[in-house]
């Protein structure tokens, strides 16, 4: 049998290149999405890095807010695999954090654009060739602050939220056509995202959360990765928390 192609947007990033070894170390074909602002030096430049450290992850070009840039990439990913996308995984994700009562409309338009949008363009891409072929994953990374909401994220939990909602509706409208929709609600994850958090703020959630500790990017590409088994087929519309407890429910 052929090797399952998975894609992973924002595959280049903290989550995303550990999603990517994840599932390459699950013997899919896996392809990262980038779009680092069109620098495609850099993504090159992390393939290399990746192949050095043994994994032969392919690279593709997507602009995940424009859908004809989706159109693009997913065009690319079938020309370079030779295959329609098996798993795509809906990673790239932004946040432009600040208080409601201060928050611009652009802060807003940027995040529900890039974190929710996406879903639509993205997957909207991939589901027809999955239904054919009667088989697909689709995993959605949301986030612990859209089960319990965040201060300073009104527009990110908004987007976040809106992610589990689809996943539920797309779940029940492909679960008989051997597709599965899932969402991953990550907690606090060692990256940049994170790290861009002011030092003292950090420390105040990481007191919060009860295993103590952020996670770590591997321990959500475990979960993306065992979400994406064959084995996982009765798993569907199911909301996974990796969370280390910061949000029970
Ligand atoms: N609850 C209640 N009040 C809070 C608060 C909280 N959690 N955090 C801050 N405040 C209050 C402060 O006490 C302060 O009050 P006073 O004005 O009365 O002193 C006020 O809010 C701070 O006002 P600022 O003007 O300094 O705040 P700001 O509008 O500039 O925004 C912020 C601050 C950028 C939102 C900052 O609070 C922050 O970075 N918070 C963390 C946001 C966060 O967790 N982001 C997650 C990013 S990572 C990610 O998103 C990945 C993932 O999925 C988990």
Not at 214 to 242: K, Q
Request: aromatic share 6%.
């Amino acid at each position: 049998m052929s090797q399952k192609v998975a894609l992973v947007t924002g595959g280049t990033g903290g989550l995303g290149t550990a999603i990517c070894r994840s599932l390459a170390d699950g013997g899919f074909r896996v392809v990262a999405g980038y779009n680092a602002g069109g620098n495609h030096e850099k993504a090159k430049a992390w393939q290399e890095e990746q192949r050095k450290d043994g994994y032969d992850i392919l690279v593709a070009y997507g602009d995940v807010t424009d859908g004809e840039s989706c159109a693009a990439c997913i065009r690319t990913v079938e020309e370079m695999t030779g295959s329609t996308v098996d798993v795509l995984v809906n990673n790239a994700g932004i946040t432009r954090d600040g208080q409601f009562k201060k928050m611009s409309w652009e802060q807003w338009d940027e995040v529900l654009t890039a974190n929710l949008d996406s879903m639509f363009h993205m997957t909207r891409l991939v589901i027809n060739p999955m239904i054919e072929k009667g088989w697909g994953r689709v995993i959605n990374i949301s986030s612990v602050n859209a089960q319990k909401g965040q201060f300073g994220q009104c527009n990110y939990s908004a987007a976040k939220a809106g992610i589990h909602g689809f996943t539920k509706a797309l779940a029940q409208e492909v679960a008989r056509k051997g597709v599965t929709v899932n969402t991953v609600s990550p907690g606090y994850i060692k990256t940049a995202m994170v790290a861009k958090i002011a030092e003292e703020i950090q420390q105040q959630i990481c007191s919060t959360i009860p295993v103590g500790r952020f996670g770590t990017p591997e321990e959500i590409g475990r979960m993306v990765s065992f979400l994406s088994e064959e084995e996982s087929g009765y798993i569907t519309g199911a909301d996974m928390s990796v969370n280390g407890g910061l949000h029970m429910h």
